[in-house]
Antibody, heavy 124, light 107 residues
Framework: QVTLKESGPVLVRPTETLTLSCTVSGFSLNSARMGVTWIRQPPGKALEWLAH???????SPSTSLKSRITISKDTSNSQVVLTMTNMDPVDTATYYCARITRLYGGAVYYSDYWGLGTLVTVSS | DIQMTQSPSTLSASVGDTVTITCRAS??????LNWYQQRPGKAPNLLIY???FLQSGVPSRFSGSGSGTDFSLTIHSLQPEDFATYYCQQTYSTLWTFGQGTKVEIK
C-alpha cells in the first residue's frame, strides 16, 4: 500500500526557514520509475507546483521560487525534504507531497498518490 | 514557464448532465497533460494522464482528449460526487504547471 505523509511545523514566523518532510511507504525512492513532488495550495486558491526529485537526484524547483527552495531525499529513511527560506505570509498554504510515476522511459509523468497535506501558516 | 489556462472558471450543472472543461497551454505540450479532481478539504486525485489515459479505478464517465495546446476533460452523466474542482497540469517541460482550476457546482 502506497502512502505519503507530510510533517513539519504548523506555524512559521516571517523570514524563518520552513522544513517539511514527506515520509513515503509502499515504494522505493531508489526506483527509476518513481519520484516525489511538492505542491502547495493557499486557502481558497489553485494548486501550485513547487519542485520534484527522482531516484538519480535529478531535481527541479519552480522558477518563481528557485532562489528559496531546496528539495532533497534521504533514501535510508524514505523521506523527501523540502526547505523554503525567507517565509512570508503569502506562503501560507496547505503543502502536499505526491508520488510521481513515470512511464515510457521518462516521457510521461503523473502524480498518482498524494499525502493528506499539511497546513502551514506564516504569521508573527 | 508554460502557462495553462482553464475555462470556464466555474461551471454550473445538474446531475446527469455532460460537461466539458478545456485547458489551453501557452505552447505545444504534445500530450503531456494530466487532469486531477479535488473535492473540498481533500487532496487532489488523478483522473487522466497523458491527455487521454484513464487512471485505474476512475469511472469511465471521465474522458480526456487533445494534443498540442488544446485539451478537454469531459464528464458524462454527472454524479453527485463529481461536483468538485478540476485542474489540468502539464509535464512537458521540467518546470511543471497547473491550470487555475474549474469548479463544477450544482445548478
Amino acid at each position: 500500500q502506497v502512502t505519503l505523509k507530510e510533517s513539519g511545523p504548523v506555524l512559521v514566523r516571517p523570514t524563518e526557514t520552513l522544513t517539511l518532510s514527506c515520509t513515503v511507504s509502499g515504494f522505493s525512492l531508489n526506483s527509476a520509475r518513481m519520484g516525489v513532488t511538492w505542491i502547495r495550495q493557499p486557502p481558497g486558491k489553485a494548486l501550485e507546483w513547487l519542485a520534484h526529485i527522482f531516484s538519480n537526484d535529478e531535481s527541479s524547483p519552480s522558477t518563481s521560487l528557485k532562489s528559496r527552495i531546496t528539495i532533497s531525499k534521504d533514501t535510508s529513511n524514505s523521506q523527501v525534504v523540502l526547505t523554503m527560506t525567507n517565509m512570508d505570509p503569502v506562503d501560507t498554504a496547505t503543502y502536499y507531497c505526491a508520488r510521481i510515476t513515470r512511464l515510457y522511459g521518462g516521457a510521461v509523468y503523473y502524480s498518482d498518490y498524494w499525502g493528506l497535506g499539511t497546513l502551514v501558516t506564516v504569521s508573527s | 514557464d508554460i502557462q495553462m489556462t482553464q475555462s470556464p472558471s466555474t461551471l454550473s450543472a445538474s446531475v446527469g448532465d455532460t460537461v466539458t472543461i478545456t485547458c489551453r497551454a501557452s505552447q505545444s505540450i504534445s500530450t503531456f497533460l494530466n487532469w486531477y479532481q479535488q473535492r473540498p478539504g481533500k487532496a487532489p486525485n488523478l483522473l487522466i494522464y497523458a491527455a487521454s489515459f484513464l487512471q485505474s479505478g476512475v469511472p469511465s464517465r471521465f474522458s480526456g482528449s487533445g494534443s498540442g495546446t488544446d485539451f478537454s476533460l469531459t464528464i458524462h452523466s454527472l454524479q453527485p460526487e463529481d461536483f468538485a474542482t478540476y485542474y489540468c497540469q502539464q509535464t512537458y517541460s521540467t518546470l511543471w504547471t497547473f491550470g487555475q482550476g474549474t469548479k463544477v457546482e450544482i445548478k
